[in-house]
């Protein structure tokens, strides 16, 4: 009883602060504090928010080169990375590969949440990131999240200058990525 209590709050207060976020992005009441971040650290941390002492998936980070620094506004960062995250593993079944790479590319880093799982079917691409699409073809029980998430993603990037995709990963799975501006530690924006 203790796990679902904790379960469901959990749940709970994803769903509010996700609202809050949607709702303050779009009325453009949100301060956005963009500042040079190590990638290692965001990701990192943002896996302390998801996995828990026993993880149900075999998870990798990887950060190429160590240290990647990429411009952003931390909080909103790691919430996006929060929520690609909990989706992978609501989405896949136990046991699959979960793995988030931050790869530099000319003057971008680029960010993937991947997964090993049965993939998103390809007429629900053309709407995920609309806000209340949810995966109801994938998981009989899907219909407890409202759909926010990835609009939250989306709305978030937008304001970073980024777009979230999605692609399929092959032979099975899904990738998620999105582009952040390279930054140094020296830059004082």
Sequence with gaps: MYN?????SKWLVQLVENLLAVSRLDEGKLAIEMQPEIMQDIMQEALLHVVHNKTTHRISCQVEPALAIAMMDARLLIQVLINLIDNALKYTPVGTEISLKAEEIDDDIQITVSDTGQGI?????????EPFTTGKIHRSDSGRGLGLGLALCQSILHVHGSQLTVLDNHPTGTIFSFMLKKGDINDDE
């Design 121 to 129: 079917d390809d007429t629900l691409k053309s709407i995920l990131f």
């Design 4 to 8: 679902d209590i904790y379960s469901n």
